[in-house]
């Protein structure tokens, strides 16, 4: 099998993680190239930021075209609704622990995405749509590289140095390794779709995430910009299977069985299309620690830049503090040896040898789950 492609470091996913991390690295002169299987834009879910995001989106250089998005709404807090309206509390970000940032924002993933990839190009790093990882390539417990298909189906081979998972929920290695396991209690599913006519409360509360408990879940909305909220249910997963509704069906039956979702008073929501099963379905997760292998760096869901673990390692095994996906970029830049100055402005540092890796988070244990190391 040829090897078409190769890069210095080899990301596979295009969504935030992957385009912040691809943008970083390229910036540090660092060879970047991202596989995404699909073409943006794309719908997708997770369409309400926090607030320690901003930071993030300031050193990207994307602040105010996220803010100028067509569908980019302000969000100065969350609130929280029982299944009956009874009880009704907002939780503002002004008022949170300092460092308080006081405003985040909804986002349409289609447009944020979008904007994210285009700033990773921007940045210098190749982006590959419509490919789609097919194996990866060990060379010990190295992740050599990846077996890919192109958009025609022919399958080809990328090398790199280093390997960035940021697959999201679809988790390429992890599912393959082993490196995934259930949380019992939390297995969700969550249908999901866009809707005009909703009633928003007054004031600025009307830019907040609403948080409407139901029956084992809760619904959320998030209003954007213009006349429209993305309205999700999210619900026990053996439940739906018990009904063998569909996305639709088991919508319709959570927004019936919520009178606060059913719109008690308030006109009931029209909807812009039925509702679809989507990320969240039949959730699971990987280890909490990041996985850490010589060659591999996995951000650990839901994702680096949206919302980062308590503790991150990367492959030389070095600890990376909290603040999503400024310090892995950092992190890799000093330990892939690039012969290639760094871009202008960035100097970042680089010919530093990586520690060996960190043998509990690799292939020890995590809380109690056992975690399957790469071959040996």
């Known amino acids: ?65 996220v803010r100028t998005l067509p569908h980019t709404r302000r969000k100065d807090g969350a609130t929280f609704v029982t299944h009956d309206g009874g009880k009704h509390v907002a939780y503002w970000f002004e008022n949170g622990l300092p460092p308080a940032i006081p405003h985040a924002y909804q986002v349409r993933r289609d447009e944020f995405d979008l904007a994210l990839l285009a700033n990773a190009r921007r940045c210098g790093a190749r982006v590959l749509e419509g490919w789609r990882a097919a194996a990866p390539r060990w060379d010990g417990k190295r992740v050599a590289g990846l077996t890919v298909r192109d958009p025609e189906g022919r399958e080809q081979f990328i090398g790199c140095r280093v390997f960035i998972d940021a697959s999201g929920q679809s988790s390429f290695l992890a599912s393959r390794m082993g490196w995934r396991f259930p949380y019992p209690m939390h297995r969700k599913a969550a249908a999901v779709s866009h809707f005009k006519g909703v009633w928003l409360p007054p004031g600025r509360e009307a830019g907040n995430i609403t948080i409407v408990l139901a029956h084992k879940g809760w619904f959320w909305l998030i209003p954007f910009a213009d006349d429209t909220v993305s309205v999700g249910a999210v619900l026990d997963v053996e439940q739906w299977r018990a009904q063998g509704a569909s996305p639709g069906g ?121 975690v399957t190391a790469a071959p040996r």
Not at 291 to 310: N, S
Not at 319 to 331: E, S
């Open 1 to 65: 099998m040829a090897e078409e492609h190769s890069a210095d470091a080899l990301i596979l996913g295009g969504g935030p993680a992957g385009s912040t991390a691809g943008a970083l690295l390229a910036a540090a002169g660092i060879e970047t190239l991202i596989i995404e299987g699909e073409r943006f834009p794309r719908f997708h879910v997770g369409e309400s930021l926090l607030p320690h995001t901003l930071p993030l989106l300031d050193r990207l250089g994307v602040h105010e075209t």
């Open 250 to 370: 088991m919508f319709d039956a959570a927004v019936e069985a919520t009178p606060e979702a059913a719109g008690s008073g308030p006109p009931r929501p029209r909807r812009g299309r039925r509702p679809r099963a989507d990320d969240l379905a039949d959730q699971v997760a990987a280890t909490p620690l990041l996985l850490v292998h010589p060659g591999l760096l996995r951000p650990a869901l839901p994702g680096v830049l949206l919302q980062p673990p308590r503790r991150l390692r990367h492959p030389g095994g070095d600890r990376l503090p909290p603040g999503g996906g400024r310090a892995p970029p950092r992190t890799l830049a000093a330990d892939v040896e690039v012969p290639r100055a760094p871009r202008p402005g960035t100097g970042a540092a680089v010919g530093r040898a990586p520690r060996a890796p960190d043998r509990r988070a690799a292939g020890g244990r995590s809380r109690g789950r056992g």
